[in-house]
């Protein structure tokens, strides 16, 4: 098992404010737009150095992604941020009219997405977001795995012309992708490469992939790990050339199992090659107040479950 | 005045004819507003009809609600966004003209798809706001029918612009008083649409919307008021189906197409050169 370390943690919401200062810089076109949580999204910095492109929109979170959407009208990449259940749920028909379908270069950006907001419960965990924005079509679905990730993904994607939901989340988590990584949207990361199974996360789940990673190599299993920070569009590709070796799969993701990564691999994995899938996902139900440490455990997404379910995956080839 | 009236009569039989043609789609807020869309594209708004999607440098206008479709399609159309036979295809299959307004097939004039009611201001105020980062003086136009203002996020961005001074926008209001449930004032309690936008801090104004003698004289008033730190809006008095005698004053004529023999009765109505009908 490839040697992944770290020396520090952070949040992957500062990955984004750090890139969005960086990427303001480089390009005059990028706006920000808030609904109230410019600390908490760490958008400060660029409000700071750039106050005539931000925008304060307050609690009104449809009005927000409109103003995005008509931004986009006059040459502006409106970069709007939000918690993940007030930038998709909340706003589902805004950004599939105004943004979606009118095919609107909006950068969709939403913190504290999954159980790993904590403490505020089941209201604002959302875990659904990854499913309602990749049904839409013509939006893109990035969910970066830590700080540099995160940072490079919201540089990138101003490059990129077209809607795109960016999701990321609240707890410092560690930093183990280089500072100077090139973000490729669409294009899977091997982390390890393995012959026993393959698996893929996203998100926050990637590190914990990799602790389950060296747990399944201390009991002599070989995990192919691949880190799938676009979910759509996904890598199919990557899927298969893992799969071909492998033989199973599981997936790993801090989102309900229903319409998450887990169901496109699924997708692919059933037209493609059909294989044996084990999913690390949230049950089918809504989240309570805990620590993140807590809940996830609570909830069935730490490297333990993913190394219980590389084991049942690969009895079941 | 006179060539304004006689392209507001062409607009009103194009409307007709084309939800006639495909028994479908909104004749009675079409034909209540002809007047505004005939006196913003041939009197009021700088633009060209060589389309961009930017509209750098002209006056831009949205529709926010949508279902009004027809009445903008035969205005760009008349005005040279497209050709006027392509009005036949109105809400058919491969159409660039959908039941509801959309940038999805590529129809000149339309910068944002609409339909789903309440979200053309927030879109407007986007738009206009973006003119200002890039210093374009011009402005841009919003329509939102009166039913539609019971939407939320109207009033989320009736909070907003005036908060940041918006005041390169002019919306403006179809006030008809009717929805498809019946009223606005039986169905949604709308109340004194004036007092509740000037304390929201806009600029109101209002104005006769079926009487190009007072309609233009007021858009002109709306554009010398802009620029002066305040969003401007003008609740527009119309008639639900203007022009055709039997679709007036009732909320029946929101969605329904008129049959053969009304169809001739509203053309008769609507006498201009027909030799330009589509």
Same mark, same amino acid.
Do not use: C, P
């Given at each position: 098992m490839k040697e992944y370390t770290y020396t520090e943690k952070k949040d992957t919401r500062s990955g984004f404010g750090d890139g969005l200062l960086e990427v303001g810089r480089k390009n005059p076109n990028v706006v920000g737009l808030c609904a109230d949580l410019i600390g908490s999204l760490k958008m400060g910095a660029f409000q700071k150095e750039f106050p005539e492109r931000?925008? @304060?929109?307050?609690?009104a979170e449809a009005n927000m992604m409109g103003l995005a959407a008509g931004m986009t009208i006059g040459g502006k990449i409106p970069y709007t941020g939000t918690f993940a259940n007030f930038s998709t749920g909340r706003v589902y028909d805004q950004i599939r009219q105004s943004i979606a379908y009118s095919g609107k270069n909006v950068k969709i950006c939403a913190s =504290?997405?999954?159980?790993?907001?904590?403490?505020?419960?089941?209201? =604002? @965990?959302?875990? $659904?977001d990854i499913g309602m924005m990749k049904m839409l079509p013509g939006m893109t679905v990035i969910n970066p795995c830590d700080y540099n990730q995160t940072k490079a993904a919201t540089i990138a994607i101003?490059?990129? $012309?077209g809607p795109v939901y960016l999701r990321f989340g609240r707890p410092v988590v560690p930093i183990f992708t280089p500072a100077d990584q090139k973000f490729e949207i669409g294009k899977a990361v091997m982390l390890n490469e393995g012959t026993d199974v393959s698996i893929f996360a996203t998100g926050h789940l990637v590190w914990k992939a990799i602790l389950a990673g060296k747990m399944l190599a201390d009991k002599g299993i070989s995990a192919e790990i691949i880190n799938i920070h676009t979910i759509k569009p996904l890598d199919a590709e990557a899927v298969l050339a893992s799969v071909a070796k492998t033989r199973c799969v599981v997936t790993a993701e801090e989102h309900n199992r229903l319409g998450g990564l887990g169901d496109s691999i699924a997708q692919v994995l059933a037209a493609n090659t059909p294989a044996p899938q084990e999913y690390v996902a949230v049950n089918d139900t809504f989240g309570e107040s805990g620590t993140p440490e807590e809940l996830m455990e609570k909830y069935g997404l730490t490297e333990n479950d993913i190394v219980a379910a590389a084991e049942r995956v690969i009895s079941r080839k | 005045m006179d060539e304004l009236k006689q392209t507001a009569a062409q607009v009103r039989r194009d409307i007709v004819r084309m939800v006639h043609a495909v028994n479908s789609g909104h004749p009675g807020g079409s034909l209540g507003c002809t007047d505004f869309f005939v006196s913003l594209y041939f009197s009021v708004m700088n633009y060209s009809t060589d389309f961009t999607m930017d509209g750098k440098g002209e006056d831009l206008f949205f529709l926010s609600n949508g279902h009004i479709s027809p009445v903008w399609y035969s205005t760009l159309a008349r005005a040279? /966004? /497209?050709?006027?036979?392509?009005?036949?295809? /109105?809400?058919?299959?491969?159409?660039?003209?959908?039941g509801h307004p959309t940038t999805h097939e590529g129809l000149p004039g339309v910068r944002i798809a609409s339909g789903s009611l309440g979200q053309g201001l927030s879109v407007a105020i986007g738009a206009a706001q973006a003119k200002k980062l890039n210093n374009d003086d011009s402005l841009v136009y919003v329509l939102m029918g009166d039913g539609e203002l019971e939407e939320g996020q109207i009033w989320e961005a009736a909070m907003y612009a005036p908060h940041h001074k918006v005041d390169n926008l002019i919306a403006t209001v179809d006030r008809n008083g009717q929805q498809i449930d019946g009223s606005t004032a039986e169905v949604?309690?709308?109340?004194?649409l004036r007092a509740k936008f000037e304390a929201f801090g806009w600029h109101v104004m209002e104005a006769d919307g079926n009487n190009f003698e007072l309609l233009l004289p007021a858009l002109e008033e709306a554009k010398a008021a802009t620029g002066k730190g305040k969003p401007v809006i003008i609740l527009l008095d119309t008639e639900m189906g203007f022009g055709v005698d039997y679709m007036m004053?009732?909320?029946?004529?929101?969605?329904v197409a008129p049959n053969d023999e009304q169809l001739e009765i509203a053309l008769q109505q609507l006498a201009v050169n027909t030799a330009a009908d589509y």
């Open positions: 931000f925008f @304060q929109v307050g609690i =504290h997405a999954g159980l790993t907001l904590g403490e505020d419960g089941a209201t =604002h @965990q959302i875990l $659904e101003a490059e990129y $012309e | 040279g /966004f /497209f050709d006027v036979k392509e009005l036949s295809t /109105f809400r058919k299959l491969n159409s660039r003209l959908q949604g309690g709308l109340g004194d004053g009732s909320h029946k004529w929101h969605g």
